[in-house]
Nanobody, 125 residues
Framework: QVQLAESGGGSVHPGGSLKLSCAASGSNFETYDIGWFRQAPGKEREGISYFTRSSGTTFYSDSVKGRFTVSRRNAENTAWLQLDSLKPEDTGVYYC??????????????????WGHGTMVTVSE
């Protein structure tokens, strides 16, 4: 089992950047696929990025592709999500999630067994 804790959220102006961290406690971090989700005010949670455990393949939603970058370092039990060129519509609570089992559809919440509590990102003038 793994516990996840996000950090790094905050308030920025449009065009700004943030780097979110997802720290995992427990063992065998390298055996988990990691997903990033966000929930905007009044909206459902959506999958925005995914990093496989083995091949290092990454996926992004169309809404963040080219602006966000996901990474991980298994030796540090940490994953990151770099947020660049932020827009007001990026405002929301950002979550990292982990799955021990192989994921078929990375942006489905139900595919992940473990979740952090989230970190808030606010983009405004």
């Amino acid at each position: 089992q793994v516990q996840l804790a996000e950090s790094g959220g905050g308030s920025v102006h449009p065009g700004g950047s943030l780097k979110l961290s997802c720290a995992a406690s427990g063992s065998n971090f390298e055996t988990y696929d990691i997903g990033w989700f966000r929930q905007a005010p009044g909206k459902e949670r959506e999958g925005i990025s995914y990093f496989t455990r083995s091949s290092g393949t990454t996926f992004y939603s169309d809404s963040v592709k080219g602006r966000f970058t996901v990474s991980r370092r298994n030796a540090e039990n940490t994953a990151w999500l770099q947020l660049d060129s932020l827009k007001p519509e990026d405002t929301g609570v950002y979550y990292c999630a982990a799955s021990r089992t192989r994921i078929a559809t990375w942006y489905w919440e139900s595919q992940y067994e473990f979740w952090g509590h989230g970190t808030m990102v606010t983009v405004s003038e």
